[in-house]
């Protein structure tokens, strides 16, 4: 048996680039056979999570169109008691919670007894309308004009039940008017605004002054 000839210097060197040539393509193929996995797992991660995070942008978004506030300027709202007697709430603004549906007064001003043989009104720096619960809360700085009889009160809170037209505080009022000054612990406007009761409790006692007819004030 012969040996094979030796192959020629360039054909030698050719197999030589030849064999380099195939070992780094085999180089690449393993390092892609262990990483690529890797890069699948890694890119379906992230798909997972952009579409979870558009998710919850999406449903924040939407939330938050829900709950955004509505405002309203020179509001007005009519109602009547359930003896038919109607009454207004008017306010400079008014913006309303969507969440509890409750409106929340700036400036407001609560007039009683529309139509009747005097009316009532009353105003305050701020307040709340809940038609849900049927009450109207006034407060603080609360002014009460009581209808032709020209007493001014002054309160720091009143509280309406609409279905009824009672309007309720217990922390203090005081008045003035063309027969001198009182003051009590509590108070209940009745009728709307027909008729006042004031109320004392323990040492704070319903108290008055009354200027007599013709004296200087």
Do not use: C
């Not at 309160?155 to 008017?177: F, R, S």
């Amino acid at each position: 048996m012969t040996d094979a000839p030796p192959l020629p210097p360039e054909d030698d060197g050719k197999l030589g680039r030849e064999a380099a040539r195939w070992r780094a393509r085999s180089g690449r193929v393993r390092l892609l056979r262990r990483f690529l996995p890797i890069l699948i797992v890694v890119l379906a991660g992230g798909v997972i999570t952009w579409v979870t995070f558009r998710t919850v942008i999406s449903g924040v978004e939407r939330e938050a169109g829900t709950r955004q506030e509505q405002a309203l300027v020179n509001a007005m709202f009519h109602g009547q008691d359930d003896q038919g007697r109607s009454f207004l709430i008017g306010a400079k603004g008014a913006t309303r919670d969507p969440a509890t549906g409750r409106f929340r007064l700036v400036g407001p001003v609560l007039r009683l007894n529309l139509g009747g043989r005097k009316v009532t009104e009353m105003t305050a720096d701020g307040g709340e309308y809940d038609q849900a619960a049927g009450t109207v809360t006034l407060g603080p700085n609360v002014r009460i004009a009581d209808g032709d009889s020209g007493f001014v009160l002054a309160t720091p809170e009143a509280v309406m039940d609409t279905a009824t037209g009672l309007v309720t505080g217990d922390k203090g009022i005081e008045g003035t008017g063309p027969l001198g000054t009182l003051s009590a612990s509590s108070y209940v406007i009745e009728n709307q605004g027909e008729r006042i009761r004031f109320r004392g409790s323990g040492e704070n006692k319903v108290r008055g002054v009354i200027n007599p007819a013709g004296s200087d004030q």
